[in-house]
């Protein structure tokens, strides 16, 4: 039997904000290394500037970090990143702020992905080599608290919901998927005293995990308060595959 390991260091290079909607990460720290070398790159570059408006996913899923019995690290030179590109249409037109599903329920969905995978030199720090896959198109007639769960990505993929709503993700592809995330409640909280009453509201961090979806399968979940709800499908991050729901 091998004495070597997986030794798992995720790393999380970049976050989405309101002007820039990109999510990187990497599997370890050699990976961060392999998104560096590929966002340098002059043909990288190029791509990334065509994305502007979209969901990007920039993930480094090799290489694997080994680790010996003696707490040795080790790891090839041979880096991939994955570069998703995820967008949504409603009616033919561009979507990407939340909006509630009565505005968008009954008419058409659309949503596309373009992925490129991106191969480099660790030790040289270059790019050599690089893959583009076919885009993918699914269309679908859009529900009320309905998300489709297909082609790796969620659709709509951004949405508001009043509390008390039930949402279905329902699985039209044919791999299994997943909901996984952080519900974040926004909870009031009372103070009393025998001089005056206030209140103020926290967050409670609420772990949502739905297990695997199998395909044609659902899963429901009920929105029971104000707060966040942003989840990805574990199975498929590096192709983007995440959503947010806002409740309020």
Not at 62 to 68: A, F, I
Not at 72 to 93: A, C, P
Not at 123 to 146: A, D, Q, W
Request: aromatic letters at 10%.
């Amino acid at each position: 039997m091998s004495d070597q390991s997986i030794k798992n260091d995720l790393r999380v290079i970049k976050t989405p904000t309101p002007g820039d909607s990109t999510f990187a990460y990497a599997i370890n720290q050699a990976a961060a290394k392999g998104v560096q070398v590929a966002q340098n790159d002059t043909a990288v570059k190029q791509i990334l500037a065509g994305q502007k408006g979209r969901a990007l996913t920039i993930a480094g899923v090799q290489p694997t970090l080994l680790q010996d019995k003696n707490g040795k690290i080790s790891y090839s030179n041979f880096g991939q990143v994955i570069i998703t590109s995820n967008w949504q249409y409603v009616d033919g037109k561009f979507y990407s702020n939340p909006i509630n599903f009565n505005q968008i329920s009954n008419k058409i969905g659309e949503s596309h992905q373009h992925i490129w995978n991106v191969f480099v030199d660790l030790s040289k720090g270059i790019v050599t080599g690089m893959s583009e896959e076919p885009e993918r198109v699914m269309k679908e007639t859009l529900k009320p608290n309905f998300v489709f769960s297909g082609m790796n990505i969620f659709m709509p993929d951004v949405v508001k919901v009043r509390p008390g709503s039930v949402l279905t993700w329902f699985n039209n592809s044919n791999l299994p998927h997943n909901v996984v995330g952080i519900y974040y409640k926004y909870v009031s909280s009372n103070n009393n005293n025998n001089m005056s009453s206030s209140s103020s509201s926290r967050t409670i961090p609420i772990s949502v995990d739905s297990g695997f979806i199998q395909p044609n399968e659902s899963w429901r979940y009920n929105f029971d308060a104000d707060g966040i709800f942003d989840y990805r499908c574990t199975i498929h991050s590096a192709d983007g595959m995440k959503g947010t729901v806002i409740v309020s």
